[in-house]
């Protein structure tokens, strides 16, 4: 069965502390997706990765960059976390660049930051 | 650009009942169209897509729905309401090369 891996379901931070979310997928998936769920917002694209060493902003990339040094691993960091980025954060994963392949999701990582 | 309306934040139905949730897309080029449900706790699901072809789309679960160009619609259906439907339910729109534009969430909520 594929899988999408997030490291931590809930994690609690302070505010100027720098946070790592992780995300392995198993499937050999090109692309890797960071979402951010908000009520009444739904998802918002972060950043996403076609490739490895390869990154490009989604839609709200402010405060938060990432890194993919192998396929199958997906960071994201926030480097220096304020109470506004205190949000579901969603990974998702994808075979090809076709556009309508499925995602595959993580279950979530709760982040609250204080 | 692409943007995704999602009319009603909640819907309640009883168990048996129709479900209808409504999406309609704004797209510059034809558009792939994807409803995705989110169960408590979980990451989101593929329920259904639109690409070519066909504009009936059938899914999983009993869902289905219809591309309506014309409407610029794309609303989810089930002909009867079953207790493990209750989730939240996300219509997603994309021109193509994976970068999805999801709607505001529509939550379904199904009384016995």
């Known amino acids: 069965d594929v899988k999408v891996t997030q490291s931590s379901r809930y994690l609690v931070k302070r505010t100027g502390e720098k946070v790592f979310l992780e995300c392995v997928q198993d499937?050999?998936?090109?692309?890797m997706f960071w979402y951010r769920q908000d009520p009444g917002l739904g998802l918002r694209l972060i950043y996403f990765?076609?490739?490895?060493?390869?990154?490009e902003k989604g839609d709200i990339p402010e405060g938060y960059s990432v890194s993919r040094e192998k396929k199958e691993r997906f960071s994201l960091i926030l480097e220096s976390a304020s109470t506004n980025q205190t949000s579901m954060y969603l990974c998702?994963?994808?075979?090809?660049?076709?556009?309508?392949?499925?995602?595959?999701f993580g279950s979530g990582t709760q982040l609250s930051v204080l | 650009a692409q943007s995704v309306t999602q009319l009603g934040s909640h819907v309640s139905v009883s168990e048996g009942a129709l479900v209808l949730l409504r999406c309609n897309y704004s797209?510059?080029?034809?558009?792939?169209l994807f409803w995705y449900v989110q169960y408590p706790n979980q990451g989101l699901q593929l329920l259904l897509k639109?690409?070519?072809?066909?504009?009936l789309v059938k899914g999983i679960n009993g869902f289905e729905a219809e591309f309506k160009k014309s409407e610029t619609s794309f609303h989810l259906t089930k002909p009867s309401a079953h207790m493990s439907d209750a989730a939240e339910y996300f219509c997603a729109v994309t021109p193509g090369f994976q970068k999805l534009v999801f709607g505001t969430g529509t939550r379904l909520l199904v009384s016995p």
């Open positions: 998702a994963s994808s075979l090809s660049q076709g556009g309508n392949e499925k995602l595959f």
């Open positions: 639109y690409t070519t072809g066909a504009t």
């Open positions: 797209s510059s080029v034809p558009p792939y």
């Open positions: 990765s076609y490739d490895v060493k390869m990154k």
């Open positions: 499937m050999d998936h090109e692309n």
